[in-house]
């Protein structure tokens, strides 16, 4: 196997979501244009997420490579005046989505793992993991306000940027999962 020179190797092991991400996000910081960093993830949603993030903010993805039970995902950094994308501006909390839920010209999609989603999902709401949202575009009724969640807002926020982009009427769901007092199901 092929060595991957990196510049600084970051140990995320452990961590959950949205832990990676903000690790990275710090990390980032201190590389100059160009550089590599190794970010070591046990996370299985983390290769998804640190894509989405990567593309959102100008920062080169460049793959994952799977090592034992590690996750080692290769990030360069943005060279030029790239710069983050600043976070999606509509944003409602849970009780506002508890109030909509059953309404028809409403939908409630969860950009969470499939696992995650299996586990604890609001009872109406559709799976698809932010890291498929590109290539399963077509199931989203565009027809209707879409109402993204995640755990805790961040993924969700990056799937509001993407869907807003193809004019999508969607709005961010924060706090998320991580703190929903309403009824869920579970699909396992």
Not at 42 to 53: E, H, N, Y
Not at 145 to 163: E, F, H, M, P
Request: some cysteine.
């Amino acid at each position: 196997m092929q060595t991957i020179k990196t510049d600084i190797v970051l140990d995320a092991r452990g961590l959950a979501c949205p832990m990676p991400i903000v690790r990275t996000k710090k990390t980032m910081k201190t590389l100059e244009p160009g550089q590599v960093v190794e970010v070591q993830a046990t996370d299985k949603g983390s290769t998804a997420d640190l894509r989405a993030w990567a593309n959102s903010t100008g920062n080169q993805y460049l793959g994952t490579i799977e090592d034992g039970d590690v996750l080692r995902h290769y990030v360069r950094k943005a060279s030029g005046n790239d710069q983050e994308a600043p976070a999606f501006q509509k944003v409602v909390n849970n009780e506002t989505v508890e109030a909509v839920c059953g309404n028809a010209d409403i939908m409630i999609l969860d950009v969470r793992e499939t696992a995650e989603y299996a586990f604890s999902h609001i009872p109406s709401a559709v799976n698809i993991p932010l890291g498929e949202l590109e290539e399963r575009i077509e199931e989203l009724d565009s027809s209707k306000t879409i109402y993204v969640v995640c755990r805790t807002g961040n993924r969700s926020d990056l799937a509001c940027q993407q869907l807003d982009a193809k004019g999508f009427n969607v709005q961010n769901v924060v706090p998320g999962m991580s703190d929903w007092k309403y009824d869920t199901n579970q699909t396992v």
